[in-house]
């Protein structure tokens, strides 16, 4: 019988642990829920997650890009922010390409073909002239710019600009009262060491005669002499025979004559010859001479060897207030 009653319980125990093992319905349903929430909650995270990354993503792509336009947008920020002139009552400098932006004249148009001309000029030069020829020749336009437009703005603060009057107001107006800008010409450049000599032809305006503008420059000190004065000197008209060069002084053989208005003579003018003739006039090989070219509009400086082949010639004599002769030029007379 014992053994009986041992399977008996037994199979009791068996049902009841299969009962333990096996779910019901609502927990079958229970679980499901919470793995399915879980499930949710887990795709909840992935999606932050991603959206975290790709927001992170796009920002660092944004600062990327910002780093590199940057730079290049400052200048327009500038522009646009600034009116012309604004960043010089700052003490800012200008920039070179702004400093020729005033307004393109025909004063301003001849400038920029001197300009050509004399770096044309200077094309030969070895590389280290070159550069301290270059940066003169640009000193002298922005200097002439200057002037030309009254904007002393345009002048460069770190280079030293010589000349003859008391102020840049003063020089800037003698230059608008006297020079036609739009008339400008290169007359004589002649360079040695880092010296460079050059004179330019204007047109007076209130003469209507050719005269010039002369300038000496010095790269390696960075220096503009300006020797142009518009002092008013008193001329004489000559007509010149001979010279004679004895070293460094020179004996001119001419006759004083001055031009009459008369309306009977073929070109509408005599020439009187002063009574007392012939004479002869020492002077220093160092007062310029300057002689006329083909087109009788530009003048070109040359020595005093040069007169002689051209011989002769009428001239003009300038003088200073104290009669002392301070150059002399060609006179043309139809």
Do not use: C
């Amino acid at each position: 019988m014992k053994p009986f009653d041992e399977r008996t319980n037994y199979d009791e125990d068996l049902q009841s642990m299969k009962k333990k093992i096996q779910l019901s319905d609502k927990e079958h349903l229970t679980i499901f829920h919470q793995l399915n929430k879980k499930m949710e909650q887990e795709s909840a995270k992935r999606t932050t997650f991603s959206k975290k990354k790709y927001y992170f993503s796009f920002t660092l792509a944004f600062i990327i890009l910002g780093i590199l336009i940057l730079p290049t947008s400052i200048p327009l920020i500038n522009q646009w922010s600034a009116p012309n002139g604004s960043s010089l009552e700052q003490g800012v400098k200008p920039s070179d390409e702004n400093k020729t932006t005033n307004s393109v004249d025909e004063g301003h148009h001849q400038l920029d073909q001197i300009r050509n001309k004399l770096q044309d000029l200077g094309n030969t030069l070895e590389e280290r002239e070159h550069i301290g020829y270059t940066h003169s020749i640009d000193q002298l336009f922005q200097y002439l710019l200057a002037i030309h437009f009254g904007d002393k703005s345009l002048l460069d603060e770190g280079y030293s600009y010589q000349h003859k009057f008391t102020s840049i107001e003063e020089l800037v107006s003698s230059y608008q009262n006297y020079v036609d800008f739009s008339r400008l010409e290169l007359n004589t450049m002649a360079h040695e060491g880092s010296e460079i000599e050059i004179i330019l032809n204007y047109i007076n305006k209130e003469t209507g005669n050719v005269d010039f503008l002369q300038f000496h420059l010095d790269y390696r000190l960075h220096q503009l002499t300006d020797l142009t004065s518009f002092e008013q000197l008193s001329s004489k008209t000559a007509f010149l025979e001979e010279i004679h060069i004895v070293g460094e002084m020179i004996q001119l053989h001419m006759t004083y004559v001055e031009k009459v208005d008369d309306d009977s003579a073929p070109n509408g003018f005599r020439i009187e010859v002063s009574e007392e003739g012939i004479i002869t006039l020492p002077l220093s090989t160092e007062v310029p001479f300057h002689m006329l070219e083909d087109d009788v509009s530009l003048l070109k400086k040359v020595n005093w060897t040069e007169v002689t082949e051209f011989l002769p010639a009428y001239i003009q004599l300038h003088e200073n207030e104290n009669g002392e002769v301070v150059y002399i030029k060609e006179f043309y007379l139809p």
